[in-house]
């Protein structure tokens, strides 16, 4: 491979950083919260109770960040904490009515226009694609993935 085209995937790794950057900054300056607060929120709206294990799985950050980003969400009355047994440790966020009026109200945490075009996709686009993010990943050595490394071939 010639360097070109390997400083060529360097700029578009860049690019890509850049736009998500942008649009994490637009979330937080306009919405007043940040894109791991809102996968949170989102989460725990779609699935009901969900763990901080599970939390930190879905967002690859550390549990005390994880923590902290609970800590804001719920004192803004996003979420609430509820145990789910005597076991004291054993912690779910789930959210709260203004949670749920927040999320009726707020963006996606990549942007409108990328989701749509990622829908109009044919299907082994779309899963060309992530193949090649996660080998990506692979390759600069990713320790943590939530799924293994798909082929070109695997269902999206």
């Known amino acids: 491979m010639t360097e070109d085209i390997s400083t060529r995937i360097v700029t578009r790794l860049r690019q890509i950083n850049r736009e998500l950057s942008k649009h ?7 919405h007043h919260i940040t894109v791991p607060q809102l996968i949170c929120l989102q989460r725990a709206g779609e699935s009901g109770p969900v763990s901080i294990g ?11 960040t994880v923590t902290g980003i609970v800590d804001r969400l ?11 047994s005597r076991d004291r440790r054993q912690v779910h966020v789930e959210i709260t009515e203004a949670g749920n009026r927040f999320l009726a109200q707020a963006p996606t945490p990549l942007q ?7 829908n109009q996709m044919e ?16 390759m600069l050595g990713a320790e943590e993935k939530s799924n293994p490394v798909m082929t070109p071939d695997d269902p999206v």
């Open 112 to 118: 409108q226009r990328f989701l749509e075009r990622l």
């Open 54 to 64: 599970e939390l930190t799985r879905i967002l690859h950050l550390n549990n005390s």
């Open 123 to 138: 299907k082994e686009k779309v899963t060309t694609i992530l193949w090649s993010l996660e080998t990506l990943l692979e």
């Open 74 to 84: 719920e004192s803004r009355g996003l979420v609430e904490r509820k145990r789910i």
């Open 24 to 30: 994490s900054k637009y979330i937080q300056e306009y």
